[in-house]
Structures are given as C-alpha cells and as structure tokens.
C-alpha cells in the first residue's frame, strides 16, 4: 500500500524560488533577472513551478521592489553567516519558505524548493518528488548521477528543527540536513531536445552558460 505522503495534491504543496546567490561568475548581475530568450530567468522558473504549486515565494536578500513585476511574495533570509555579514546559502532560503509557509499557505504541508538559474527543470518535478516521499521524509531530485539537493521537497514541520541546525555552527550544507530527516533521491533522466540530451537540472552559473541555455532554448522552440 502506498504511503500516504506519496498521495500528495498540488494544495499541500508550496514552492520557494531561491533567487538569493551573489552571482559572481555573471559580472555581478543578478542572475535571476538575466534575460533567456528575451525573458527573465526567474520568470522561465516561476511559470515552470506555479502550475505544480499551491503558493509560491521568491527567496531573494537584495531589494525586493526588483521582483515586483513577478507579481510574487518576496521574503529576505531569515539568518546570515556567523560573522552576520552574508547570507547562509539555500538553507537559509528554504527556512524562509518553510517560515512563509506556515503563515501564507497553512493547508501546505510540505514546500518544494528550487534554483531560479535553472530554467529546464521537469514539469513533472513535484509529483515526482511526492512519490519519492514514499521511500523518505524528504525527496530531492536527482540526474545523471548527480544529485541536485536545492530541487528538493521538503515537511514544513522541519522548520524549527532547521532553525536550530543553523544556529548550531555546523556547515550550512542542504545533503547533510536532508540526511538528518531520512533524505532520499528521485532519478530524474536527460531529456533529448533538437537530437541532443540535455540535463534537465541544467543551472547558469557563467555567460558561456547562457550561450548554452539560448542554444537550448532555440532547439526547444523549433529554431535550430
């Protein structure tokens, strides 16, 4: 019999876009506001994820009134670094969606997170990860044998237990507390565009990147 967790609906489920990297490989831009095809990044990620949500978050810690015309809720880090100067990577960002969560959605009882420099993650990212709740408390996606730990689904209910492994001093990495909660992987497999095989979890990190993404992009659309 399957596990209930895996019979998961899109109303129990919230999402947060973490949008709050530094971006330094991109000369400094954010990278969530670089132009795809003519289109923000962030708005290739927020109308892949709306339709597999509930409610959706940006997470992001510059000045909130660049995200307005995604027409989303934006929340800054609720924690930062030890010496209080920086924030504490997408830990940080996936409190803040479980914070937001219990507030703003309180029917959801879990929260999908994602990359907001990732524009071709599955469409089927969330009910796949759903069932993946049937083997582990958290699901994170997986391709290529490479596992991606920001796509990850995760119960709000471990947000206080997330609160305190922030403020423990441990290292701030997202494997080690999925770990913690019995953290499995969802094998997601490549996906052929134009004749090629592309990673779905394809993320932009450097310009060459985005050369990469426009050729991808070309290819999904028809034009190459």
């Known amino acids: 019999m399957p596990d209930a967790r895996s019979q ?4 129990d489920i919230a999402g947060v876009i973490l949008a709050g990297g530094l971006s330094r490989r991109m000369n400094g831009e954010a990278k969530p506001l670089i132009e795809l095809g003519g289109v923000p990044l962030l708005a290739h990620v ?10 959706l978050l940006i997470s992001a810690n510059d000045n909130a009134e660049r ?10 880090d609720p924690v930062a670094d030890k010496d209080g100067s920086a924030p504490a990577g997408p ?10 969560a219990r507030q703003a959605a309180p029917d959801a009882s879990h929260l999908v997170s994602v990359a907001a420099d990732t524009p071709f ?15 582990g408390v958290v699901a994170m996606a997986a391709s290529l044998r490479r596992r991606h730990p920001v796509f990850a689904l995760w119960p709000v209910s471990l947000s206080r237990d997330l609160e305190r492994f922030l ?17 499995v992987s969802v094998e997601f497999p490549p996906i052929e565009i134009g004749g090629e095989t592309c990673d779905p979890f394809f993320n932009i990190n450097t310009p060459q990147d985005l050369e990469t993404a426009q050729s991808i992009l070309a290819r999904v659309a028809g034009k190459a």
Do not use: T
């Open 8 to 11: 998961l609906q899109r109303a």
């Open 46 to 55: 927020r109308n892949r994820l709306a339709p597999q949500v509930s409610r």
């Open 67 to 76: 995200y307005a015309q995604f027409c989303l809720p934006v929340q800054a």
């Open 91 to 100: 830990l940080a960002g996936i409190l803040a969606g479980m914070i937001w």
């Open 121 to 135: 993650f599955p469409a089927d990212l969330v009910s796949r990860l759903a069932e993946g709740l049937a083997h």
């Open 167 to 183: 403020a423990s001093g441990e290292k701030a990495s997202v494997e080690r507390f999925a770990a913690r909660h019995g953290g």
